[in-house]
Antibody, heavy 119, light 107 residues
Framework: EVQLVQSGAEVKEPGESLKISCEGS????????IGWVRHMPGKGLEWMGT????????RYSPSFEGQVIISADKSTNTAYLQWRSLKASDTALYYC????????????WGQGTLVTVSS | DIQMTQSPSTLSASVGDRVTITCRAS??????LAWYQQKPGKAPKLLIY???SLETGVPSRFSGSGSGTEFTLIISSLQPDDFATYYC?????????FGGGTKVEIK
């Protein structure tokens, strides 16, 4: 069974750094792109970027390039989303999702990680 | 970027109703469109891909149609489990973009 399990909720202050994770199981982690999607309170879904764990090829949405870092560790079947300096506007629910084989829609989703940034 | 516009943003309906949700793309996207269902506190769930292909395990009361710039999601007979928010997503080109969502509420 394909599963994506994300790390737990985080509460941070503005300016702090953060790295959240998404562990895949039940499939060949290196062979499927993993995407990150932001869901801000009361808003729609936003694609942030996607990584291919096999070779760490990464594509970013222009809206998020330079704002976050997406990485993956194929030795632990884990993808990461990282901020160097959080802002209050980063408060949101973040999902990882496994892309379909050859197309950029998402078959499987993690349970989401709530990130709250507040002073 | 390709903008995806869904309508309506909220829809009130009763069990058994036929429900239609529309998604319009700002540019031609062929049939590179997916639909997701999201319930409060849960991750989105894939319903339909390539505009009209039903994901495995999704009830047949869900159907999708359209191509180019106009797409629809139809629920033929609304069930209690279907009250949720629905999103379309284009995957014709990066950046991938989602519609603003349609919340289906109990009338």
């Amino acid at each position: 069974e394909v599963q994506l399990v994300q790390s737990g909720a985080e509460v941070k202050e503005p300016g702090e750094s953060l790295k959240i994770s998404c562990e895949g199981s039940g499939y060949d982690f290196t062979s499927y792109w993993i995407g990150w999607v932001r869901h801000m309170p009361g808003k729609g879904l936003e694609w942030m970027g996607t990584i291919y764990p096999g070779d760490s090829d990464t594509r970013y949405s222009p809206s998020f390039e330079g704002q976050v870092i997406i990485s993956a560790d194929k030795s632990t079947n884990t993808a990461y989303l990282q901020w160097r300096s959080l802002k209050a506007s980063d408060t949101a629910l973040y999902y990882c999702a496994r892309r379909a084989d050859s197309f950029e829609f998402f078959h499987y989703w993690g349970q989401g990680t709530l990130v709250t940034v507040s002073s | 970027d390709i903008q995806m516009t869904q309508s309506p943003s909220t829809l009130s309906a009763s069990v058994g109703d036929r429900v239609t949700i529309t998604c319009r793309a700002s540019r031609y996207i062929s049939t590179w469109l997916a639909w997701y269902q999201q319930k409060p506190g849960k991750a989105p769930k894939l319903l339909i891909y390539k505009a009209s292909s039903l994901e495995t395990g999704v009830p047949s009361r869900f159907s999708g149609s359209g191509s180019g710039t106009e797409f629809t999601l139809i629920i033929s007979s609304l069930q209690p489990d279907d009250f949720a928010t629905y999103y379309c997503q284009q995957y014709n080109s990066n950046p991938l973009t989602f519609g603003g969502g349609t919340k289906v509420e109990i009338k």
